[in-house]
């Protein structure tokens, strides 16, 4: 099992997708997830991507297979968060990669680019709130008030089951795609939902912006649910180097209702800035 050990932090846990030529020196894309998912949820992508970069794809501290042995209370932060990032990179002797994360994923990416220039090639982020709205915070609560009280009460499933209903799928979702998605997601430990919603839900990348030099595609949902046109407008306003790409959909979770249109999106937006020929 592919897992960075280190002293003093959790370990982490990766996968290296690589089908590229053997011969060749190909750039490396890292895939990130979101609250509550793993690295399992990129799998689709990996015939798209591997053929031509090498595919790294990480369990978020405290989620997956990575370990659960730190201060919930204090581990989630943007500086060890990032730190874990450059740790993995140094483990695999990569200089930069093109980062794409989906939804806190690429909000975390953004302080990423911002902080560790050097490191990006590329940015994506899909579906990423600059800052979480005050209505993501309180919505598909149902009688409770504020999501830390209805994740303890009905643990990670009764939380998603709310929170995953007309928000984050489209209502002709497969119910197979539906199923497995609640199972995985359900696999989160309660506590380290709850840990980690206290920092992604007070995170604000909006001063950071104006800072990112990288190049950095985005992708959103047309009539997004979580969100909305005040994320994109804060993306516009204040990256120079920005391409925008709206998906006619409202679903929230477009790298696994669309996997194969973004994945498409990313191979050759990261292919142009590298001056490869993704084709044959």
């Known amino acids: 099992m592919p897992l960075l050990e280190r002293k003093n932090a959790p370990s982490l846990y990766y996968e290296l997708d690589d089908f590229t030529d053997p011969w060749r020196d190909a750039p ?3 895939l990130q997830h979101g609250y509550a998912r793993s690295s399992k949820f990129w799998r689709a992508w990996v015939p798209y991507l591997s053929r031509f970069y090498k595919v790294i794809r990480m369990d978020l501290r405290g989620l997956g297979q ?11 932060t943007a500086k060890n968060l990032i730190q874990d990032f450059n740790d993995l990179l140094d483990h695999l002797k990569v200089d930069s990669v093109h980062y794409c994360g989906e939804s806190s994923a690429g909000t975390l990416g953004l302080a990423f680019a911002a902080e560790c220039p050097q490191r990006v090639r590329t940015l994506t982020v899909i579906s990423s709130p600059v800052a979480m709205s005050e209505e993501d915070k309180v919505s598909s609560l149902g009688k409770y008030t504020n999501r830390i009280d209805a994740l303890r009460a009905g643990g990670a499933r009764g939380w998603l089951e709310a929170s995953n209903a007309g928000r984050r799928f489209p209502a002709d979702s497969d119910p197979a795609l539906l199923a497995w998605t609640l199972d995985e997601m359900s696999k989160s430990d309660t506590e380290v939902l709850v840990e980690l919603f206290k920092f992604v839900s007070n995170v604000d990348t909006a001063p ?3 800072k990112i ?3 950095v595609l985005a992708i959103y949902p047309k009539a997004g649910v979580i969100t909305k046109d005040e994320h994109t407008d804060a993306l516009k306003q204040n990256i120079g180097n920005l391409k925008m790409v709206r998906v006619p959909l409202q679903a929230h979770s477009l790298q696994i209702v669309a996997p194969a249109l973004c994945a498409n999106e990313v191979l050759y937006f990261a292919s142009q800035h590298d001056g490869i020929v993704c084709r044959e």
């Not at 990575?66 to 989630?76: A, I, N, V, Y």
Request: no cysteine; hydrophobic share 40%; charged share 15%.
């Open 28 to 30: 490396y894309i890292l």
């Open 66 to 76: 990575s370990s659960k042995d730190f201060d919930l209370t204090t581990g989630f």
């Open 208 to 210: 950071m912006l104006p």
């Open 213 to 215: 030099s990288a190049p």
